[in-house]
């Protein structure tokens, strides 16, 4: 497909919750949406409120594999509701957000045994912030975290993000060296299927990234988003083994 892969739910029959949309477009602000898009595959669910019943919704695509992410990203655009980023000029222990926010992002969890590693190199354009914490601002920082593993898969992180009955769009910002990576995003009220993709797939010891779009609505008020990115498949289990990178996420 021509300009992106559409994310493959393959958790539950899709009978609901899971239109997909096509391929991502140009940076673009990420404010939360007061409206609705195409929802008429999503479930219909009465939260009890007099705003009537709402249509939970997962669905979501992912870029071409490339070097970089095409431009500088700044958050003040792609970021405007809340954006977090790791690994700042290679500090692995670095985590800037989105200050002021009153219910952020969250870190990320590592999950699995393999090595927690700083990278700060290997593309041109990175990410740029004026409103962060504790991180004030930054221009073009290319610095990130990765996992290192022999492990043939299942290792990787896990972050989560709030959701409730507005939609709401992620960006999760990745890389991968010599794996098939998996992005699986579920609602914790399970008002929609778990959204899985496996199509991010570097067969060769090459460097590549990509960015994942995912458009959420849960059923319900007080919910979250978990979004698991893990190795579904280590292609270099010796030598200079696989490789998953987490760079930011906002919305």
């Known amino acids: 497909m021509t300009g992106g892969h559409t994310l493959v739910v393959i958790a539950a029959a899709c009978t609901w919750g899971c239109t997909l949309h096509g391929d991502p477009v140009a940076q673009e602000s990420s404010a939360d949406a007061s409206a609705p898009g195409d929802t008429s595959d999503a479930?219909?669910?009465?939260?009890?409120?007099?705003?009537?019943?709402?249509?939970a919704v997962l669905s979501g695509t992912v870029s071409p594999p490339q070097v970089g992410f095409g431009q500088t990203v700044d958050f003040a655009v792609a970021g405007?509701?809340?954006w977090v980023h790791w690994g700042l000029e290679g500090n692995v222990e670095a985590r800037n957000?989105?200050?002021?926010v009153a219910q952020p992002i969250s870190g990320f969890t590592k999950l699995g045994e393999a090595t927690l590693l700083q990278s700060n190199c290997c593309m041109e354009t990175g990410f740029s912030w004026s409103d962060g914490a504790p991180t004030q601002a930054a221009s073009n920082?290319?610095?990130?975290?990765?996992?290192?593993t022999a492990n043939p898969s299942g290792d990787g992180f896990r972050f989560t993000?709030?959701?409730?009955?507005a939609?709401?769009?992620l960006r999760v910002y990745t890389g991968n060296w010599?794996?098939?990576a998996k992005l699986e995003?579920?609602?914790s009220d399970g008002s929609a299927p778990p959204l899985v993709d496996t199509s991010f797939d570097v067969a060769t010891p090459l460097l590549q990234h990509a960015i994942y779009t995912v458009t959420f609505r849960a059923g319900s008020p007080g919910q979250s988003l978990q979004v698991d990115f893990t190795i579904a498949e280590n292609h270099c289990v010796e030598g200079d083994v696989g490789e998953l990178h987490l760079f930011a996420a906002s919305r």
């Open 167 to 169: 939609m709401k769009t």
């Open 141 to 148: 920082q290319i610095g990130g975290v990765y996992i290192d």
């Open 97 to 100: 957000q989105k200050a002021g």
């Open 80 to 82: 405007s509701s809340d």
């Open 43 to 55: 479930a219909v669910i009465d939260d009890g409120d007099d705003g009537g019943p709402v249509e």
């Open 178 to 180: 010599c794996v098939r």
């Open 161 to 165: 993000v709030p959701a409730d009955t």
């Open 185 to 187: 995003a579920s609602l």
